[in-house]
Nanobody
Framework: VQLQAFGGGLVQAGGSLRLSCAAS????????MGWFRQAPGKERELVAS????????TIADSVKGRFTVSRDNAKNTVYLQMNSLKPEDTAIYYC????????????????WGQGTLVTVSS
């Protein structure tokens, strides 16, 4: 399975971006998907996870109320809508597919996208 992420870029603080990640295989429709990020000098962290049917989502406390995650299984795509962006959101964002259907975590992710850079200027 290959994952291709799109939508990163440079945005001013307070702005919005929408990331998309398309999977090459329809088999991911049975698996949870999500987004991680890694800022310079920091460890990779989970940002958001969505279950295989989209009914259960998990959002990191640091972005809760600003980011939402969703998926479209007909398009094998997961999205991350990012609003009210802050400079501390600057990072490379990675999409991932879980081994399981309920959620993706750092231990259950087994397919990774190449990453897309999000830079938020102050």
């Amino acid at each position: 399975v290959q994952l291709q992420a799109f939508g990163g870029g440079l945005v001013q603080a307070g702005g919005s971006l929408r990331l998309s990640c398309a999977a090459s295989a329809r088999t991911v429709s049975n698996n949870a998907m999500g987004w991680f990020r890694q800022a310079p000098g920091k460890e990779r962290e989970l940002v958001a996870s969505v279950s295989w049917k989209g009914g259960k989502t998990t959002i990191a406390d640091s972005v809760k109320g600003r980011f939402t995650v969703s998926r479209d299984n007909a398009k094998n795509t997961v999205y991350l809508q990012m609003n009210s962006l802050k400079p501390e959101d600057t990072a490379i964002y990675y999409c991932a597919v879980s081994r399981h259907s309920a959620a993706v975590t750092s231990t259950t992710a087994h397919y990774w996208g190449q990453g897309t850079l999000v830079t938020v200027s102050s």
